[in-house]
């Protein structure tokens, strides 16, 4: 398995964040091939994390070019900042 994580700073309005990504980048991400599993993470203070699991570097990889769409066409206003991107092989799970 495969893992992206994307952490966001100075999030504006983290509720119409949420609302977006779930109504519209999830299912988005489904779509692609191995996914296995997607969080959104309100950490506080403006922070926002996500995390896609995939079966695959390839799938992995895909998300974090439509994350990068995502966000430019449908939160650019709340996601002020570029995402600190962070993925790789899943060498342990629970």
Known sequence: MYASVRRYE??????????RVAE???PLLRRVPGFVAYY???A???VMVSTSVFQDRAGAEESIGRAADF???NLASLLPN?????AGQVVAAG
Do not use: K, N, Y
């Open 10 to 19: 100075g999030v504006t309005d983290p509720a119409e964040a949420g609302r």
């Open 24 to 26: 519209g980048f999830v």
């Open 40 to 42: 959104w993470v309100d």
């Open 44 to 46: 506080g203070d403006g």
């Open 71 to 73: 966000v430019r066409d």
């Open 82 to 86: 570029p995402a600190q991107v962070t």
